[in-house]
């Protein structure tokens, strides 16, 4: 069945609210066809100007500054990215459409007309950031989790997989999905957006307004709009929420905790006892940093580097073990031009995880990471029994 859309009638205005699947060849004509038959003087498009960058360079990847990234801190960011590109590959690969196609129609089947387009759905990466600050912590490492998954699982798409993802919209199905691993997030990942466009499409000009959204987001805008409800204003909601006093605290009372047990240990002249946390110390950090960064099949100068960095980074903040890795890794086993041209065709699959160097130095940056806060949690306790 192709899409419809819908009309509501706005005073001496008239918006049309179509719905679409973003992996669906029929939306995708849908949209060409509602521009052309409605004739529109403003197109609405539920994209930002990130994605829409995206979509119009999808070899953006080919230029990537790996060790710039990593410099700059942005590894847990780019590895995000790539998380959720290789999962839209897949999705491409199995409907042969890429995801946010037919959002790519309307824009440029607007410009072509010469119709005004606005970009109305919020940042992703504020919408993510939001949830991310409401989510509890135990929660937080369930979504890690699933993202961490959905990017290494190299299953088929059985047909009613892929009957699902041609007549839904997959970015708010995936929205969702999150929204119900976290549901105290749900309003930022679900109910906030709908808000946000809302506010949005009402503020863009234009007697005759054509809104190419999500097929999950007709009803929650169709609501807002045909009762007259205010959506707020959509600059309030891209304001980050302050951090949690928790994880404000954490990254800095562990160290002050772990020199403190050192300090007491010290005064108390036990320099055997002293010795031993000390090593204790070392080793559970090393060990387990250097075991984390053999497991992405770093370089063996990578895993030295992880044994030697994690003991003296967990007790700085600022500096992660795997940032020290990541870059030891890139220097080490430099990735070549085809390891970037091919880098979503690799991460299609997860053993292209291992293979291409470009997502192997992110692998040493996040499991060499995960190693040396495992070792700092598990150093704590034998401080304790030790100095204690």
């Known amino acids: 069945m192709d899409p419809q859309w819908t009309r509501i009638d706005l005073e001496d205005r008239e918006v049309f609210l179509l719905g679409t699947a973003h992996v669906s060849r029929r939306s995708v004509e849908a949209v060409r066809r509602a521009v052309a038959e409605l004739g529109p003087d403003r197109v609405c498009v539920e994209l930002d100007p990130d994605r829409l960058r995206a979509l119009r360079d999808p070899d953006r990847w080919r230029r990537l500054d790996l060790v710039k990234a ?17 999962f839209q590959k897949r999705i491409g690969l199995a409907t042969d459409v890429r995801p946010g196609e037919e959002l790519l129609a309307a824009v440029e089947e607007a410009e072509a007309r010469g119709t005004a387009v606005d970009l109305v759905d919020r940042p992703i990466r504020l919408t993510l950031l939001r949830a991310w600050r409401r989510t ?27 009957a ?10 995936l929205l969702e999905e999150m929204a119900r691993a976290a549901p105290e997030a749900k309003e930022v990942l679900v109910d906030e957006r709908d808000r946000y466009m809302a506010a ?36 309030r909601l891209e304001e980050l929420p302050p ?36 090593w204790a110390w070392v080793l559970a950090n090393g060990i387990l940093a250097a075991a984390g960064a053999a497991a992405a099949l770093g370089h063996p100068l990578t895993v030295a580097s992880a044994f030697v960095a994690a003991p003296l980074t967990s007790l700085n903040p600022t500096v992660g073990a795997g940032m020290v890795t990541g870059l030891v890794q890139a220097w080490a086993q430099r990735p070549r031009v085809r390891d970037l041209e091919g880098l979503l065709d690799d991460l ?28 700092t949690f598990v150093a704590f306790g034998w401080l304790k029994d030790l100095v204690g």
């Open 70 to 86: 990593l410099r700059k801190g942005q590894g847990p960011v780019l590895l995000a990215n790539l998380a959720l590109a290789a």
């Open 136 to 162: 509890r912590f135990w929660r937080k490492l369930g979504l890690l989790g699933a993202l961490v998954a959905s990017a290494f699982e190299d299953g088929e798409l059985d047909e009613d997989d892929l």
């Open 164 to 173: 699902r993802l041609r007549s839904t919209d997959t970015l708010s199905g």
């Open 200 to 235: 949005r499409i009402l503020g863009a000009g234009g007697r005759r307004v054509l809104a190419v959204v999500g097929a999950a987001h007709v009803p929650g805008i169709a609501r807002i709009l045909r009762d007259g409800c205010d959506p707020g204003n959509p600059s």
């Open 243 to 278: 951090r949690g006093f928790v994880s404000r605290a954490l990254p800095w009372a562990l160290p002050a905790l772990v020199l403190a047990l050192f300090a007491a240990g010290f005064a108390a002249g036990d320099t055997a006892a002293l010795r031993q946390a000390a």
């Open 348 to 375: 299609a699959h997860w053993k292209g995880w291992w293979t291409n160097r470009v997502a192997r130095v992110l692998l040493v940056f996040l499991f060499s990471n995960l190693g040396s806060a495992l070792g």
